[in-house]
């Protein structure tokens, strides 16, 4: 029945937000439909076709709304035209009547809503909070945990952000194609946001983290289907899913961090790898490569090695160049470093990692001098290799992370420096 | 002779109005749109419902928010005519912003043209869009700023731009504070940011989409910050 509800919550809200212009008409009648069928369906049995149902208890909810609400005449008739569209009936039908389509004949809005949460105009996160919200039904105090902020903050965000949209008149719609190459980055920036947070050890509650990468492959899924034209939507869902494959493997059961190297690979999840192969086919096939696929096929080269040192290093390092090309960031820079040192040795690493510190753009990033003192510990240097390690443990802001580079740094120590 | 009077006020202005400031506003407008002075006027929704619009090498950058962040943000505006700099600011000093929170006075160049447009037309939102410099922005790529007129001309010609101006700069604006007879008139603007006023105009659009585009094609979203914001109408709160 969770599952249920997950799917359908985005699409009833979307469908009803379109009707009725009113984002928290739309969620008080979503959430009616919901503990409706709560007590309905363990008396009655789960219906047939359960989206239908609730689509329908929540959009009769909506029109008995507005009938009582004062001047909303025209918008109860087209909800009444829409009804009589979907059943066939009038809109006094019970839930269970004939509908022809598991989403109640209603057009798939979620698209709308998507764009219309992740709009620029609104700050990055209440994109993100109003994303959760209005489309996987996240509720406000699950959204503030997962983002440690209080609870009553987290409500004011979106409270503001709902305010914006209808003051500033943001639009309820999907840009015209013209605007779409601009916009469609936005969207999927703010998905990969919430997966990250998700998959980011930084801090917080290991369920609600887990439940964000799943509603972030969700939203990628939907978003994949929605705009099949759009390669990168594709990407995004594949990259995500590869991560994901890997989420069981990549923490200790105390709680440590596990490299890649390190991964127990019977532990990654098979079914997320092959649907993330799928998708990353599928969005090559239209021969318009970007960051999210480049990305997702350097996952995809880690996903296919059944050992780290049977990965195809030369292939990712040159992914990884493709990508700074693309992007020129400085942590893709980093990232081609650690590819490199892999394919052609540590010393290449090393080469290519003091151009990049000569540039300065990643001071005081922890994975900087991480990666330093790994290359320097693969080169037998152990003194300078200790020093790099204590430099990115006073760097790295948390619990996994800087066990895993305290652990290395005694490690080192017990060596003898080799000189 | 016109003026912009640009009222300004904290966060929680609202919940300060009363019903001597609500009489006192009543009777400023009566007063002004009777004598003739009053040319254009409305109140602004405030700037959490701003955004702000630059274009970079070439990319549109839209974030969430005003101008510049400032203790006393941008409420709501008057166009009026007067004879003189001194008329203007005893107008000023008349008005309960300048109690609330305080009016800043500043001349258009060239003495201004605008004239009053009723509305908005139905389905459609008002936006003051305020053009603004923006100190990270090298000088010199000020002074190769392209000439605004084709903006003008193409924004009118679509119904879009319905009246602006560009302002005379903020070290020659004078703001108001306080209630007469004890109020107190500084020179400068409103607040002291790096980022300033330069212009004004009033737009007039189907949606926020439809102004980000109007306000991103403007010179100045290359050369400085252009902020739009809905007006607010009264009969809505």
């Known amino acids: 029945m969770a599952d249920v509800f997950r799917q359908e919550w985005g699409r009833i809200n979307a469908a009803l937000i379109h009707q009725t212009g009113d984002w928290d008409l739309a969620e008080e009648c979503a959430q009616d439909a919901f503990a409706q069928a709560l007590r309905r369906w363990p008396r009655d049995g789960v219906p047939d076709r359960p989206g239908a149902w609730l689509m329908t208890v929540a959009r009769n909810g909506a029109i008995d709304r507005l009938r009582r609400g004062r001047s909303y005449r025209a918008k109860v008739e087209e909800l009444a035209v829409m009804a009589t569209r979907e059943t066939g009936t009038s809109n006094d039908a019970e839930p269970d009547a004939d509908v022809d389509a598991d989403d109640g004949g209603v057009p798939d809005e979620r698209l709308r809503l998507i764009f219309t949460c992740c709009h620029p105009a609104l700050a990055i996160e209440a994109r993100v909070a109003l994303t959760l919200r209005t489309l996987t039904g996240l509720s406000t105090a699950e959204i503030a945990r997962a983002f440690l902020v209080p609870e009553a903050t987290m409500a004011k965000r979106l409270v503001r952000a709902k305010h914006k949209i209808a003051h500033a008149r943001i639009p309820y719609r999907v840009p015209p194609a013209g605007a779409l190459p601009q916009r469609v980055p936005g969207v999927l920036a703010v998905l990969y946001l919430v997966f990250n947070e998700g998959y980011s050890a930084s801090a917080g509650d290991e369920l609600i983290r887990r439940d964000l990468c799943d509603r972030a492959v969700a939203l990628a899924q939907v978003l994949a289907e929605l705009l099949p034209e759009e390669p990168e939507a594709k990407g995004l869902l594949a990259l995500m899913l590869f991560h994901r494959a890997r989420q069981a493997a990549r923490v200790n059961d105390s709680g440590d961090l596990v490299t890649l190297e390190d991964q127990d690979r019977t532990r990654w999840e098979q079914a997320d790898i092959a649907l993330g192969r799928r998708h990353l086919e599928d969005a090559f096939a239209a021969r318009r490569p970007g960051q999210y696929q480049i990305q997702a096929a350097i996952a995809g080269c880690h996903a296919a090695a059944p050992t780290a040192q049977a990965t195809d290093w030369p292939r990712i390092a040159r992914l990884y160049q493709l990508l700074a090309d693309m992007t020129g960031s400085p942590v893709i820079e980093l990232n081609r470093a650690v590819a490199v040192a892999m394919a052609d040795g540590p010393a290449a690493g090393l080469a290519l990692l003091q151009r990049l510190e000569a540039g300065g753009a990643l001071a005081g990033y922890y994975l900087l001098a991480a990666t330093r003192a790994d290359f320097l510990r693969r080169l037998g240097r152990n003194d300078e290799a200790a020093s790099a390690y204590e430099e990115a443990a006073v760097l790295a802001g948390t619990g996994p992370e800087r066990r895993f580079l305290n652990a290395r740094l005694a490690e080192v120590r017990s060596l003898d420096s080799g000189c | ?237």
């Open chain 2, 1 to 237: 002779m016109q003026y912009m009077l640009i009222h300004a006020g904290a966060p929680d202005l609202d919940e300060a109005w009363n019903d001597e400031a609500w009489a006192a506003l009543g009777a400023w407008l009566d007063e002004a749109i009777g004598s003739g002075v009053s040319i254009e006027s409305s109140p602004l929704r405030m700037d959490a419902d701003a955004t702000t619009v630059k274009v970079r090498d070439g990319q549109l950058i839209v974030t969430d928010g005003p101008y510049a962040e400032t203790k006393e943000q941008v409420a709501g505006y008057d166009v009026i005519e007067c004879a003189s700099a001194e008329e203007a600011v005893r107008w000023a000093r008349g008005h309960p912003h300048a109690w609330m929170g305080s009016v800043e006075v500043r001349a258009l160049v060239g003495g201004g043209s605008v004239a009053h447009q009723p509305g908005p037309a139905a389905g459609k939102t008002r936006y003051m869009m305020l053009v603004c410099t923006d100190p990270a922005v090298e000088p010199g790529e000020l002074a190769r700023v392209e000439p605004v007129e084709p903006w003008v001309a193409e924004m009118s010609s679509r119904g879009i731009r319905l009246f602006g101006s560009e302002l005379e700069p903020s070290g020659s604006a004078r703001t108001v504070r306080g209630k007469d007879p004890g109020a107190i008139v500084t020179d400068g603007p409103f607040a002291e940011t790096k980022e300033q006023i330069a212009g004004f105009d009033v737009l007039e659009c189907a949606d926020l989409d439809e102004a980000i585009e109007v306000a991103a094609k403007h010179p100045m979203a290359r050369a400085g910050l252009v902020e739009v914001r809905p007006f607010r109408s009264l009969e809505e709160d």
